[in-house]
């Protein structure tokens, strides 16, 4: 902004994330291809990931940074797991997650192995 005059070195811009939404996703796309994405992180949930594929692409084609939410919280709790987060690949099919589920090698659901494993397949979808 040429009226703008600091009086000491100009201020850094703050670290900002864009949440995609699980049905904002279409609007984020559109804002994008027309070159309209301010942003440079943007944070993408686990249960909504498949659905958004073409999206998270096109956000990699772009060189964003993308984190993944593995919606972990929303899994473990009674009142969030009927939501979008129920289709994450991790997602427990008969209940919420239980600490059982997070210990290594007592049980075969495995959910930081799937997670790591779903980071790992999907880190470059272009």
Known sequence: ?????YL??????????????????????QLLLAGRLPVKRV?????AFVRQGDLVSAL???????VL??????????????GAAKAA????????????HFKVGENEFDIVGKIARFSVEHRDRR
């Open 89 to 100: 690949p991790w997602a427990n099919p008969e209940g919420i997650l239980t600490p059982a």
């Open 43 to 47: 944070v993408v949930e686990a249960g």
């Open 60 to 66: 990699q084609q772009t060189g964003r940074e993308l």
């Open 69 to 82: 939410d593995t919606n972990v919280a929303e899994l473990s709790s009674v009142g969030r797991f009927q």
């Open 8 to 29: 000491h070195a100009q201020p850094q811009p703050i670290a900002q994330f864009l949440r995609i939404g699980v049905s904002a996703h279409r609007v984020v796309e």
């Open 1 to 5: 902004m040429p009226n703008v005059v």
